[in-house]
């Protein structure tokens, strides 16, 4: 993460998150975190960023997700780019979806 990121305030947050046990505990606290439009656009950069990373092109996440090629490119900009967030996270969810399928 970006040093400038780093403080104690960021930590408390993700600290809570970690906290969190199940889908509907995430529901309740991200409802009263974030506005309505927040929660929508992480969750729109999340479904691009999934769907970059399953190979879809530009077109087909536009019309998917509705996201502006702008904000698609910044996405794929992480993907390609950032800190590996994203692929740590798909990682996991393949491994708990292979165990949940066994």
Known sequence: MNDKLKNKAMDDLFKAILCLENTQECYDFFEDLCTVLELKAISQRFQVAKMLNEKHVYNE??????????????????????????????????????????
């Open 61 to 102: 996440i536009v019309s998917a997700t509705g996201a502006s090629t702008a904000t698609i490119s910044r996405v794929n900009r992480s993907l390609n780019y950032g800190n590996d967030g994203y692929q740590i996270v798909f990682g996991r969810m393949k491994a708990l979806e292979d165990k949940n399928n066994e």
